[in-house]
């Protein structure tokens, strides 16, 4: 739960960053802002592309070669760590703050055994002998539920299934004890029982160890009771940020409700097909002059093509939305009626190509 008076874990103020390619500047992430306290989970929820992983690296200083990131400050516990030495970042990214990704094959290495590599950080950064730091290493397997660790710290990799792999990446992310956490789609190579169980996983570890940690996923269930606020990306920027039940029992922006009617129902488990929204993502290096989100958006009004809505519309400061014709407003469901009763379906607007994909919208 949040403690206003506190100083935030990590701040992140208005962090943009692009990557060059041969079709100039591509805008991954585009302003993004956020606040999160010590014991918090932040969700970032999103479709493939929206600039999720974009925004996790470069919180973490991992951007790739050709990104770049200009303005914004990270701070994390009150500290700027945008301009650090590279020494100074080393220490801090992996130790005060760490990350578990998606595929844990990649991640870690094949012929290493388990044991070393998660002793490696504990050697390194805390300088424990090579005996300290597997002791500590078994006690992280303890921790991370892996039954029989003396053998398990032998092993290399491909002896581990899926579940497992991803459970030893956690015990490396929590290796020095990190404030931040950040966790992307550390689930989504897995099966739903085990899914399950990764993220109860880490939602015990943040409540015992006090971190704070960014939940990353596509699905908007994942963040459903695991999250305290949710922030929903599209094309680089934060299109609703609410208290997690507040998201959930009045979303406002038309993306937010397109990605919930996207998850599957239980209550209709086996082969329900899913709405999928229509149309795909913009562009991110031609992105257009509006909201990115109107030409597949059922709202959509002429306006929307122009004029890029701001986050603040409204006057509620925990439930912020970047719509001109939010759902659950009278604007929002008198475009809609219209859209519909002009017979205008993927989005509100003629499309220029005329299929409804959302992919050129004449201005
Ligand atoms: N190294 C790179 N070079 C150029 N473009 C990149 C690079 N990495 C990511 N991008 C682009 O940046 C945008 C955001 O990508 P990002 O990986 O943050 O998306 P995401 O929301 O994490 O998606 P996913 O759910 O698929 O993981 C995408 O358009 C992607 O193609
Ligand atoms: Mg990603």
């Not at 943009?16 to 991954?28: C, I, N, V, Y």
């Not at 595929?103 to 490696?120: A, F, H, K, S, Y």
């Not at 990353?216 to 305290?228: F, K, M, N, Q, Y």
Request: charge should be positive.
């Amino acid at each position: 739960m949040s403690h206003p008076a506190d100083t935030p874990t990590l701040v992140v103020e208005d962090l943009r960053t692009s990557f060059a390619t041969e079709r100039g500047a591509l805008k991954a992430v585009d302003g993004v802002s956020f606040a999160l306290h010590s014991g918090q989970t932040l969700g970032v929820v999103g479709e493939s592309g929206s600039g999720k992983s974009a925004t996790a690296r470069s919180i973490m200083n991992l951007l790739p070669p050709g990104a770049s990131t200009s303005t914004g400050r990270v701070l994390l516990d009150g500290r700027d760590v945008r301009n650090l030495s590279r020494a100074e970042s080393r220490h801090i990214w992996g130790v005060e703050a760490s990350m578990v990704f998606q595929n844990p094959m990649t991640t870690l290495n094949p012929v290493i055994q388990i044991g070393r590599q998660i002793g490696e950080g504990l050697r390194y950064h805390r300088r424990l002998s090579r005996e300290a730091a597997t002791r500590r290493a078994r006690e992280l397997l303890e921790q991370v539920g892996i039954a029989d660790p003396d053998r398990r710290l032998r092993e290399y990799p491909h002896q581990l299934s899926g579940g497992m792999r991803q459970r030893v990446m956690i015990a490396i992310a929590l290796a020095c004890e990190p404030k931040l956490l950040i966790a992307d789609e550390p689930t989504t190579a897995l099966d739903v029982t085990v899914q399950k169980q990764i993220l109860d996983l880490l939602d015990r570890l943040r409540r015992q160890h006090r971190m704070a940690m960014i939940l990353i996923t596509h699905d908007l269930s994942v963040v459903a009771g695991r999250t305290d606020e949710v922030i929903v990306m599209y094309a680089g920027r934060i299109v609703e940020k609410a208290p997690t039940l507040r998201l959930f029992t009045a979303m406002r922006h038309p993306y937010t409700k397109a990605l919930f009617e996207s998850i599957p129902k239980v209550a209709h488990p086996s082969h329900t097909r899913l709405q999928i929204i229509p149309g795909r993502p913009p562009d991110l290096a031609k992105l257009p002059a509006g909201c990115a989100f109107a030409p597949r958006c059922a709202h959509a009004q002429p306006r929307c093509l122009s004029e890029a809505p701001p986050l603040s519309i409204g006057d509620d400061t925990e439930h912020l939305f970047a719509c001109f014709y939010p759902a659950g407003s009278l604007e929002g469901e008198a475009a809609a009626a219209a859209n519909r009763a002009a017979g205008r379906t993927a989005g509100g607007l003629r499309l220029a190509n005329g299929t409804g994909t959302g992919e050129e919208v004449s201005s």
